[in-house]
């Protein structure tokens, strides 16, 4: 027996950008320790012994920052458009998982404009509306839901032609 393959419209995973790459990460915080260290001895050879301690602290804080950035950068989104659904998987930054599946034919990709940093896109059915892509750009908001009403209706057309 063979199964018929489903025609898939639309297949993305979003991510939010990544601000810095491990590479770039370590040198960073090695030009940060650095200046912390020399800087920290300077102090303490005029007497100023404290003050070492606060570098320490600089660079403890700035490491954490970044460590709670790349953890929020974990966050993922995949849409799937095919003939009969739009199925949503979402991961959020901790590792839950979150998976729903639309029908396509009722799906409405939805965006407020005029487009600002708050005009969300939205994949509405019914009463439901489920917010996608929270962090990328407003153009790239714009770009994304102009394709996925594209494969929407793409897919409603198979529906038709079947």
């Known amino acids: 027996m063979s199964e018929v393959q489903e025609t898939i419209y639309f297949d993305a995973v979003l991510t939010p950008n990544r601000s810095l790459s491990p590479h770039g990460f370590a040198i960073v915080m090695a030009v940060v320790g650095i200046v912390s260290f020399f800087y920290g001895v300077a102090f303490v050879s005029i007497g100023a012994f404290p003050i070492l301690g606060f570098f320490g602290l600089d660079a403890l804080a700035i490491y954490l ?15 799937t458009v095919t003939g009969k659904s739009l199925v949503l998987h979402h991961r959020k930054s901790d590792g839950t998982k979150r998976t729903v599946e639309l029908p396509a034919a009722f799906a409405r990709v939805e965006l407020d404009e005029p487009l600002t940093t708050t005009s969300w896109l939205r ?3 019914g009463r439901t509306a489920y917010v996608i892509g929270r962090f990328l750009t407003p153009p790239e908001r714009k770009s994304l839901a102009t394709a996925l009403r594209l494969a929407i209706l793409n897919a409603r057309a198979e529906r038709h032609l079947a």
């Open 65 to 79: 920052a970044f460590r709670w950035s790349f953890r929020q950068q974990r966050e993922e989104t995949r849409v």
């Open 123 to 125: 994949i509405e059915h």
